[in-house]
């Protein structure tokens, strides 16, 4: 292996997709490979913790974890603050996403009854406190730390991308409509030059 290889499942979604921006923005070069659910149960042993994304590097075993890869990816390449009380602030929100998939991700293999009464009861209850949690944290504009983009600011527009795209059922696409910070963060990473041309390419 001569460049680092980024194994994901084959969609533009998620902790997999949020790692392939964070390289695409670092300007690395790298293999993009993607897993069909047929090939994932005979590879999920073999990784790290079981779980994808994982990247491959030359220099090491494989790593997992997507808040471990993106730290790693934006320490090396000026998308991760050098300052260890920022990086933290970042790393903590970094944490308050995955809290929202832990919780919303079980959902997706409910059976329908159970699943509308699990989403409407997040709707009620744990979104809008998550909400409110990240819309008092994110203290810079356009992004969570100021001018420039990190990669909490990846983090927090993938999730809030999949939540607000209207394709989750029994979450409305305006679940985060009262919180102009977090949606801010969304639409300018949305809007970013380096991520726009990620979308142009692939
Ligand atoms: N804490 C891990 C979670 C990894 C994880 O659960 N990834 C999902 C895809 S987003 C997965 O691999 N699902 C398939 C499986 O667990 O078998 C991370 O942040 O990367």
């Not at 460049?3 to 670092?26: M, N, T």
């Not at 394709?167 to 305006?174: E, G, L, N, S």
């Amino acid at each position: 292996m001569n460049k680092p290889k980024l194994i994901y499942f084959d969609a533009p979604v998620s902790r997999g997709e949020e790692c392939r921006l964070a390289l695409h923005l670092a300007g690395i070069d790298f293999e993009d490979a993607r897993i069909k659910p047929a090939d994932w149960p005979a590879m999920k042993e073999q990784m790290p913790y079981g779980g994808l994304p994982v990247l491959e590097l030359p220099e090491c075993t494989p790593l997992a974890h997507s808040n471990a890869i993106l730290v790693l990816i934006g320490r090396r390449y000026g998308l991760h603050p050098a300052d260890d009380v920022e990086a933290a602030r970042h790393e903590g929100m970094m944490q308050h996403v995955e809290d929202l998939r832990a919780v919303v991700g079980p959902t997706i293999r409910m059976g329908d009854a159970e699943k509308k009464a699990a989403r409407e009861a997040l709707v009620a209850g744990f979104l809008p406190a998550w909400a409110r949690s990240a819309e008092k944290n994110i203290l810079g504009e356009p992004f969570f730390g100021g001018a420039r983009l990190h990669v909490v600011d990846l983090k927090l527009h993938m999730v809030v991308r999949w939540l607000v795209g209207g394709k989750v059922d029994h979450i409305p696409a305006t679940i985060f409509a009262g919180y102009p910070r977090l949606m801010g963060v969304h639409d300018a990473v949305r809007d970013h030059a380096g991520v726009k041309s990620w979308y142009s390419k692939s």
